[in-house]
């Protein structure tokens, strides 16, 4: 990332699992090694379905505890003159500062006794798919370790989240936030008949991909943690943080399309209450015209 963001600090990047600055059990290194290349499953039903109750992080007044009244779309609208690869990858660094820190607070409840499994809600266990593309279910602590890893490692990755900046990432008439042409998930400078977002920036073709594939990730972090541990969130007083760190990510994924409609259904009623708190409106307004 440019200067004006300071690119990515490598020193800030969060350690899996960190909490405050100590690490928190159960380490990675307790497990077997991950599945390699790693690559992060879907989906998986985990069983028949069945009625529930209603769980706890609609009830009210939860639901509608907020840090922040209003839209979030002033923080989330794409900056003129920042190109569009700079902006997802600062917001996507700081979103995954954050949830590391959520998790860090309640990993100590996440254990392979309290969560055999992925669990997103009733009736959907995640799944972790190995390098045969073979499904395997794996405790929540264990996943979350390999998802907190695996984003690390690319947030890490030079050849995907450059430090240094290459040409003008910035204060030019020529970024895409200044020339506003195309989507928002489409928006990029046309050099050579390629265009791909972030390629002014110095990010990769694939950059947009992997931060759709990063996000989807997060988000199943966001389900497990609202449907097992919103308890602990509430006991420690830290709702109204969580509700408005995951309504700031849901509408930052809704401003620039990383997120399909099916990745977000284990929090679909949680996001449609948001909605009709207001928080995500002129929606329209905030994405790159």
């Not at 929540?140 to 989240?161: G, K, T």
């Not at 760190?245 to 620039?256: D, K, N």
Request: charge should be positive; hydrophobic fraction near 40%; aromatic fraction near 12%.
């Amino acid at each position: 990332m440019s200067n004006l963001f300071g690119r990515f600090r490598r020193g800030r990047t969060p350690t899996p699992g960190q909490n405050n600055g100590q690490q928190a059990a159960p380490n990675i290194s307790a497990y077997p090694p991950p599945p390699s290349p790693g690559i992060p499953g879907q989906g998986q039903p985990g069983g028949p379905g069945r009625v529930a109750a209603k769980p706890l992080f609609l009830c009210k007044p939860f639901v509608t505890s907020q840090l922040v009244k209003g839209s979030f779309s002033t923080i989330v609208v794409l900056p003129k003159y920042v190109d569009q690869g700079e902006w997802l990858a600062l917001n996507i660094f700081e979103f995954f500062d954050m949830l590391n820190r959520f998790f860090g607070v309640v990993q100590e409840f996440c254990t392979q006794k309290n969560c055999p499994s992925m669990s997103a809600g009733p009736g959907l266990d995640y799944t972790w798919l190995d390098s045969n593309r073979k499904p395997l279910r794996l405790p929540a602590p264990q996943y979350i370790e390999y998802v907190l890893l695996w984003i690390s490692n690319r947030i890490n990755d030079e050849a995907i989240f450059p430090t240094k900046s290459a040409g003008t990432t910035t204060a030019t008439a020529a970024t895409p936030s200044a020339m506003r042409s195309g989507s928002a998930s489409g928006a990029a400078l046309t050099q050579g008949g390629e265009t791909w977002v972030g390629k002014d920036g110095g990010f990769p073709q694939n950059f947009l991909a992997t931060c759709k594939a990063i996000y989807k990730q997060m988000f199943r972090v966001f389900a497990h943690i609202y449907h097992t541990h919103f308890d602990k969130m509430l006991h420690m007083s830290l709702e109204a943080h969580f509700n408005s760190l995951f309504a700031h990510f849901i509408h930052f994924s809704r401003t620039f399309d990383l997120l399909e409609p099916r990745d977000v259904e284990p929090l679909r009623a949680l996001i449609d209450t948001f909605e009709e708190q207001g928080l995500f409106k002129d929606v329209s307004s905030a994405k790159v015209q």
